[in-house]
């Protein structure tokens, strides 16, 4: 994401953002304290939060399949052994 884009669709159109970051943790992402803030004034700005808590859905699909991929190994090992 640039500023640039950020300046052309400011007030023009809509802009979804998702993040796993604070706004206080941008400047981490922009390595600039003073980019992060302009980029967070006109995002902010006439807009709408929604903070969502809870488990990710792919980190909850990527266990399911390792424990499902464990299963089958230990399916396999026992099956060995008779």
Not at 48 to 59: A, M, Q
Not at 60 to 74: A, C, G, H
Request: aromatic share 10%.
């Amino acid at each position: 994401m640039s500023t640039k884009m950020i300046q052309h669709q400011y007030e023009k159109t809509s802009t979804v953002f998702t993040s796993n970051k604070t706004f206080s943790q941008w400047n981490e992402v922009f390595a600039d304290v003073t980019i992060a803030s302009a980029i967070l004034d006109r995002v902010l700005h006439h807009c709408t939060v929604v903070n969502i808590k809870g488990e990710s859905y792919r980190l909850k699909e990527r266990k399911e399949f390792m424990r499902q991929k464990q299963q089958t190994v230990n399916t396999l090992f026992e099956q060995g052994n008779t």
